[in-house]
């Protein structure tokens, strides 16, 4: 059974930083992991993304203030964000997408997996 679990969110001012985890259960080594957030009454949208090598790739929207990164021993994808704004507010999720595919990781349509998500409120 293929399980995806995030935690982390929470409330913090503007300015602060968070850090999200994603524990990954049940999948193969050809999967790679996206985070993506959604807020009430908007459609999901793509944050940030590591592929099945490790390699990272950043919306515009996450340049130069989060990071992504794995720990493979703990089959766990984490995502730290820092200079946290107010439209940063969302439920995040991470997903997961078979790198067979070939899809767009940007696409949450392509995504096989999704976690429960995380509440992450930015307050001004």
């Not at 050809?30 to 908007?42: E, N, S």
């Not at 515009?60 to 200079?83: C, E, H, P, W, Y």
Request: with cysteine; aromatic share 12%; charged share 20%.
């Amino acid at each position: 059974e293929v399980e995806l679990v995030e935690l982390g969110g929470g409330l913090v001012q503007a300015g602060g930083s968070l850090i999200l985890s994603c524990k990954a259960s049940g999948l193969t080594a050809d999967y790679g992991i996206g985070w993506f957030r959604q807020a009430p009454g908007k459609e999901r949208e793509g944050v940030s993304y590591i592929t099945s090598d490790g390699n990272p790739y950043y919306e515009d929207s996450a340049k130069g203030r989060f990071s992504i990164f794995r720990d493979r021993v703990k089959n766990t994808i984490f995502l730290q964000m820092s200079s946290l704004r107010p439209e940063d507010t969302a439920v995040y999720y991470c997903g997961a997408v078979w790198v067979g595919s070939d899809a767009d990781y940007a696409d949450a349509d392509a995504y096989h997996h999704w976690g429960q998500g995380t509440q992450v409120t930015v307050s001004s």
